[in-house]
Each structure stands twice: as C-alpha cells, then as structure tokens.
C-alpha cells in the first residue's frame, strides 16, 4: 500500500469515527482532528489547523463538511477531500435515515429531553476546549487580544455576521501589517540621515 492509500484510509476512518461520535457540529470536532492531524500523526502544524479553521469559518455551508474537505486536501490533496467529505457525511446520513421516526417517537418523554440536556452541556464543554486550544498560539500580542475581544463583542452584544467579523480581522492583519512596514521604512529612514 503507497503513502497516499494509507493517508486516504487514516483520513476516512478518523472522519466517519469522529463523525459517528461528535454531536454539536464541525466545531466540537476540532479537539479530535486537531489530535489526531497535528499531534498524533504530525500531518499539520497547529498553524496549518488554525489557517484550516479561519478559513473554514470564513465559507459557507457546513462546517464538519467543510473542514473535511479542507483537512483532507492538506493532508491527501484532492482525493483526501473527497474521502474526507463522504466520511463526514456518512455518519450523520445514516443516523438520520435510520433514526428520524424512532426520535419522533420518543422526543416528549423525560429521559429523551433529560438524555439531550448531557449532549448539550458535553459539546458545549467540546466547543471550550476546542477554543482554549485554537486561542494559546494566537492570542499572543496586544493586537490579536484586542482583535479577538473586538469580535467577541461585536458578536455578542451588536450580533454582527460572522463574515463580517473574518473580514474586519482579515483587514485588521493587513492594516497592522502596513502600519509595521511604514514604522520600519521611518526608522531605516533616520538611520540612514545619522
């Protein structure tokens, strides 16, 4: 078997596994991948996965179906996107054909609601992590601390798009970027009259 069959094989087996376990969405997947790509298997450096996971916010659709596709093509290219796709989209095909009517059911019951309750506050402890992991390379400096607060706010309380929001920081790096290389032209500049 080649390297790339291999990778295809690991690729659709973590995303169906995953998949078939994760109950929030792309977000509350993030801990798992970010394990198994970066620090299991050393496929991708946490800036490769955090680049993944701006850009995946940034597209439209679904989130676990978009970072398939743009896990698997970092790790396998275009094949890796395809096979990442269809084993995230498995799992959630499968569990809704297969379970729709027994839900329908059984969803006033107590237990049900009692049962979906742990599910909720589960992913939401995911989602956390999965924040707290993605936040300790990035929020490093001023900049990216005032940034990430502006948009939380921005979110919260004045409930901006979040498109908006990767547009603002995108602008943002670019604005502190020019202001940086104008600084530095200033300083060779004096350096250069002394």
Known sequence: MSEQEGRLRVLF???????????GGGIAMLPLLSREFVE???WMSQEDMLD??????????IIAMNMGVLIGHRCAGWRGALVALIASLLPPFLAIVLLAALIMAIQGTAAVQQA????R?????LILIAVLKLSRPVLRDWFAIVVATGCFVALVFFNLNAVWLVIGGALA???QSAVSLWRMRCRNAERGRA
């Open 13 to 23: 087996k973590v995303f169906f596994s995953i998949s078939a376990v994760t109950l």
């Open 40 to 42: 299991k298997r050393d």
């Open 52 to 61: 993944t996971v701006a850009i995946m916010q940034a597209m439209p659709g």
């Open 116 to 119: 979906f309750l742990g599910v």
């Open 121 to 125: 506050a589960a992913v939401c402890g």
């Open 173 to 175: 790096g670019l604005l």
